[in-house]
């Protein structure tokens, strides 16, 4: 078969887990609103696929509906707070899991 297997921003090179400590803020009553926390090592359009916390999560009512890496360095986490009044999503240690997607250029500190 002639020619390459590899085409531009279509092949996942590597799958990996960053661990971070994030520390979101209250989430006003019925909405979603995106934060963003800084996490080294990722490379924007770095695919997050898992978002777990290290401890119990307090409350039912907030939970994380999207995940994004619009920049590197920058994760933002979508919450939603099904409640009626504000909530704060807990504060500590994450797991994250990347899929890093071929041909994405690396960020400045990782050599």
Do not use: K
């Not at 006003?28 to 090592?41: D, I, K, L």
């Not at 916390?53 to 939970?63: E, I, K």
């Not at 933002?76 to 899929?99: F, H, R």
């Amino acid at each position: 078969m002639a020619g390459s297997a590899t085409i531009a921003r279509g092949n996942i090179i590597g799958t990996f887990v960053l661990q971070a400590t994030l520390t979101p803020v209250a989430v006003a009553a019925n909405s979603t609103v995106e934060q963003s926390f800084t996490v080294q090592g990722l490379i924007a359009g770095d695919q997050p696929s898992n978002f777990n916390f290290l401890g119990t999560f307090p409350n039912t009512d907030v939970s994380f509906v999207n995940l994004r890496c619009p920049a590197n360095n920058t994760l933002t986490v979508a919450y939603q707070n099904g409640s009626g009044g504000s909530l704060t999503p807990p504060a500590g240690l994450y797991y994250i899991e990347i899929n890093r997607i071929e041909n994405l250029p690396p960020p400045a500190n990782i050599v």
